[in-house]
């Protein structure tokens, strides 16, 4: 159970790593701006905004990545505490998401829902 946790801890992170290169790095292209709705004057407008926020997801990425090399390296307790923290941000910020804007319920579930399974089977693999 543990292994399948880390598993959809590690697709979470893959998400959030595509997430940064879309908020930071192709913010303006015109596939990004098709998936986040906005136009070409508000792409340009919120372009420092999205940088800051892509950053955002590419650290929680990075810290859920330290948590399963850290659980690979037997380090357990230590590894569940990152992914527990980078997990459970990336479901908070995937009900913040929604709770601010209901039409992006889609994209917060493609944000919490990995990390949400994921949390759910390491509370099972630490509690067996």
């Known amino acids: 159970m ?24 192709r913010w303006t292209a015109s596939s990004t701006r098709k998936t986040f709705g906005t136009t070409v004057e508000q792409a340009e407008t919120t372009k420092s905004l999205a940088f800051n926020q892509g950053f955002y ?13 850290a659980v690979g390296c037997n380090q357990l307790a230590v590894g569940a505490a ?16 929604v709770v601010s804007d209901h039409t992006k319920l889609r994209a917060a579930l493609v944000q919490l829902t990995a990390p949400a399974i994921g949390l759910i089977l390491l509370a099972f693999a630490l509690a067996g």
């Not at 399948?4 to 879309?22: C, D, K, M, Q, R």
């Not at 990152?82 to 998401?97: F, K, P, R, T």
């Open 2 to 25: 543990l292994v399948t946790s880390l598993a959809f801890v590690g697709l979470a992170a893959i998400v959030h790593v595509y997430i940064f290169v879309l908020e930071s790095l």
């Open 57 to 69: 997801n590419l650290f929680l990425a990075i810290v859920a990545a330290a948590g399963i090399i």
């Open 82 to 97: 990152l992914v527990i923290a980078a997990a459970g941000s990336m479901v908070l910020a995937g009900l913040v998401l």
